[in-house]
């Protein structure tokens, strides 16, 4: 079984910047992409953005284009997303999550196997 452990989230100001981070637990753990998604109470999770390992292709949702950024280190079997000019609305629980086989769809949580415990987010105004 493979865990995959997102770093600590935060509290910050709005327009500040926070990255996450988020490793496999297993070193020999080869995905075929990772994305992140957020929740807040009462609402479905939602994609934020992903990744594709081979291609390095990357997806974002409208609401954080120009604003976040998904990258990765191959060598760590790490994705990062830094976030900068946070607003309010992105308060939520942020999931890292992978896909270990190719997906109809990246933007699709059906479409990811694994999931991290999800770190907490918090933007103050």
């Known amino acids: 079984q493979v865990q995959l452990v997102e770093s600590e989230g935060g509290l910050v100001q709005a327009g500040g910047s926070l990255r996450l981070s988020c490793a496999a637990s297993r070193r020999t753990f080869r995905s075929y992409a990772m994305g992140w998604f957020h929740q807040v109470p009462g609402k479905e999770r939602e994609f934020v953005t992903a990744?594709?390992?081979?291609?390095?292709?990357?997806y974002y949702a409208d609401s954080v284009k120009g604003r976040f950024t998904i990258s990765s280190d191959n060598a760590k079997n790490t994705v990062y997303l830094q976030m900068n000019s946070l607003k309010p609305e992105d308060t939520a629980v942020y999931y890292c999550?992978?896909?270990?086989?190719?997906?109809?769809?990246?933007?699709?949580?059906?479409?990811?196997?694994?999931w991290g415990q999800g770190t907490q987010v918090t933007v103050s105004s």
């Open positions: 990744i594709s390992w081979s291609s390095g292709a990357t």
């Open positions: 999550a992978a896909v270990v086989k190719s997906a109809a769809s990246f933007y699709q949580k059906g479409s990811y196997d694994y």
